[in-house]
């Protein structure tokens, strides 16, 4: 049994302790291990610890989870850094709510030269999804290979995981439970992807109680982790806008991309814009100018490369109607493929969230992006 990690993990336990707290008394006491030894008498002492967290501290009896945890962690191979290991994640370091410990598991630095958040809403519309992949790809073609990070929710999360996979740049999920269990458990494939491609990320413990406040709390690592926090969707409330709220607090660039005043998933970013929280962001060139990133001619891409080629027959048969003509209505496209709405709607669904088709009025669909298959 690794002591110091029992120890480390037993104090992110504590209840009542936060990170910031728990600091401060490693900080006083000079160990991790003598917090637990120390006696209520010396630790009222410290600044900020009163009678109730002294008696926190003393009758937590968290060793024993903490035990349970490192089981876990071996069993699954799961790495664990600890806020002053070296391999801990730079810019978070930074952050003084940064947590204790984070849980990663995949195979990847978590301190890259260039680290972009991209976030928004979970409903995302087929033009936020096709500017995440073309702004994904733009970056990959002019040579910056950053790392994606986002939080592995549905629409623009996902999205902005998918598109850094198929562009072959490495993408981290920030996760709001612990790592025991993937949530939408929809992703479980995508989260399959993301650990071959990058990593799974949270400072929670296995066995938490999904919580709706974990994922709001997770919304600071993904800022933290970053060096700007770009926005593509958000209604006028929203976990994307307390991510860009962190990451403002931090000094970290906030992007946002504009919309119509009267689609509701652009009212966050707009309202971000318009109160100078973000610098607006159209284009790639808007993002190197703001950070000041040169292209890469060395790593620039000669041949532009297809992102969509591993379509199933019935995807194909739809994409190649769809290339013969402008737009089809679905009645249309189930006509000529001969397959069932059933069928159809989940197809076009995917094909949608992938941003190669486009919904327009009329459940009706035309392509957006260039396919070959």
């Given amino acids: 049994m690794n002591n110091d990690l029992k120890y480390k993990i037993g104090l992110s336990l504590i209840p009542k302790i936060g990170h910031i707290t728990a600091k401060k008394l490693i900080a006083h006491i000079g160990s991790i291990e003598g917090i637990f030894k120390e006696s209520k008498k010396n630790l009222i002492k410290i600044p900020g610890i009163g009678a109730i967290l002294a008696e926190s501290i003393l009758n937590s009896n968290v060793l024993p989870k903490a035990e349970e945890e490192i089981e876990f962690i071996t069993k699954n191979s799961i ?217 890469d001619n060395t790593k620039v891409q000669a041949i532009q490369r297809d992102l969509f080629v591993d379509f199933n027959n019935e995807e194909k048969i739809i994409v190649n109607l769809l290339k013969e003509t402008e737009e089809l209505s679905i009645d249309l496209i189930c006509l000529k493929s001969g397959m069932p709405t059933s069928k159809v709607s989940p197809i076009l669904l995917n094909l949608e969230f992938l941003g190669v088709v486009k919904t327009l009025p009329g459940k009706t669909y035309k392509l957006i992006s260039p396919v070959y298959l």
Avoid at 104 to 113: E, F, L, P, Y
Avoid at 116 to 123: A, D
Avoid at 143 to 168: C, F, K, T
């Fill in 79 to 295: 790495t664990v850094y600890f806020y002053t290991d070296k391999n801990y994640p730079e810019r978070l370091k930074h952050c003084d709510d940064a947590p204790l410990l984070i849980y990663t598991k995949g195979n990847a630095s978590m301190n890259n030269r260039k680290v972009l958040s991209i976030v928004g809403t979970r409903k995302a519309t087929s033009e936020g999804i096709a500017f995440c992949n073309k702004l994904i790809k733009d970056l990959a073609q002019r040579g910056h290979d950053p790392i994606i990070v986002s939080g592995l929710a549905y629409g623009i999360d996902a999205a902005a995981h998918q598109a850094a996979i198929e562009n072959n740049l490495k993408t981290f999920a920030v996760l709001g439970h612990g790592l025991d269990i993937i949530y939408p458990a929809s992703h479980k494939s995508l989260a399959q992807k993301i650990i071959s491609q990058g990593l799974l990320i949270t400072d929670f413990t296995s066995n938490t109680i999904r919580d709706k406040n974990n994922f709001i709390k997770r919304n600071r690592i993904i800022a933290g982790l970053s060096d700007a926090t770009i926005v593509v969707e958000s209604g006028k409330e929203g976990g994307s806008l307390i991510t860009a709220d962190i990451a403002n607090s931090y000094n970290r660039d906030v992007l946002a991309v504009p919309g119509r005043i009267s689609d509701e998933y652009s009212k966050g970013c707009n309202t971000l814009i318009k109160t100078n929280k973000a610098a607006m962001l159209e284009q790639i060139e808007d993002l190197e100018y703001f950070l000041g990133w040169d292209i």
